[in-house]
């Protein structure tokens, strides 16, 4: 019977809303303000469809949820109305808005050498990242304005690699929406599912938060009996060896 693949881990690339912080509750907030407006009926289930899928698509499937159908110039007048409602929130985060467990689990990955970087669909990660005061503890940041396919497509992941200088199949990325697996599964990556297993069903592992989470538990408890095997840090220093020999 064949093992299970070994993958030595020497980054880990984050996934901005739903895994460092919680802004789909602003997004949400700012599509429904926008949608009232339009007479269109949006609901929080309908916002799940909008999850890690560009500014513009979001609006599309908006405006096929009320059967509308308008030019290219008032979509991107809608747009720009929808974000500068979205920034006016993002303005007001802190450091209190990074999620249980974040800051400890990057803290643990960069003194094991691992270097880490954040791979979001939005144009407002860098301001996100600013107010709630994590700008300088990543390595590379790559956004919504550095690429030109959005998740599923593979783009942003490869971008935020190659700004690591660390080869795809040395990088684990943790994501919350089912497009974002894909296109970091699309890259040649190990993908951690962030939230439930109905919709990251096709994530190599899944874990509900980064609450508590250690490298320890991740290698030894959360990827155990899969088919993937995990390690981390720099090949050549006698890294963490956390899995469970
Ligand atoms: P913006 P992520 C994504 O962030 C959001 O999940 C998605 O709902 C949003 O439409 C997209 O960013 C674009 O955001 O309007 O700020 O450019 O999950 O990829 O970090
Ligand atoms: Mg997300």
Not at 111 to 135: D, E, M, P, T
């Amino acid at each position: 019977m064949k093992g299970p693949e070994f993958r030595h881990i020497q980054a880990c690339i984050f996934d901005l809303d739903g895994v460092i912080v919680d802004t789909a509750r602003f997004h949400y907030q700012a599509w429904k303000k926008l949608a009232d407006g339009l007479g269109i009926s949006f609901s929080e289930e309908d916002n799940e469809r909008l999850k890690g899928i560009s500014r513009m698509e979001s609006l599309e499937i908006l405006l096929e949820i009320g059967g509308m159908s308008i030019s290219r110039a008032e979509m991107a007048e809608l747009t720009d109305q929808k974000n500068k409602w979205y920034v006016d929130f993002v303005r007001a985060m802190t450091e209190d808005d990074v999620l249980p467990g974040v800051s400890d689990f990057l803290q643990e990955l960069q003194s094991h050498g691992v270097r880490v970087s954040v791979a979001s669909a939005s144009k407002n990660a860098q301001l996100v990242l600013q107010q709630v005061g994590l700008i300088d503890v990543f390595d590379a940041v790559s956004d919504g304005r550095m690429v030109k396919r959005a998740k599923p497509d593979p783009e942003i992941f490869l971008h935020s690699s190659s700004q690591l200088g660390i080869p795809a199949s040395n990088c684990l990325v943790f994501e919350d929406a089912a497009a974002g697996i894909e296109a970091a599964q699309r890259a040649g990556m190990v993908t951690v599912g962030v939230g439930s297993e109905r919709s990251l069903k096709d994530a190599d592992a899944i874990i509900p938060g980064f609450a508590g989470l250690t490298i320890h538990q991740l290698c030894s408890k959360v990827f155990r009996n899969g088919t993937i095997e995990i390690e981390f840090g720099k090949e050549d220093d006698n890294a963490e060896k956390a899995k469970i020999l």
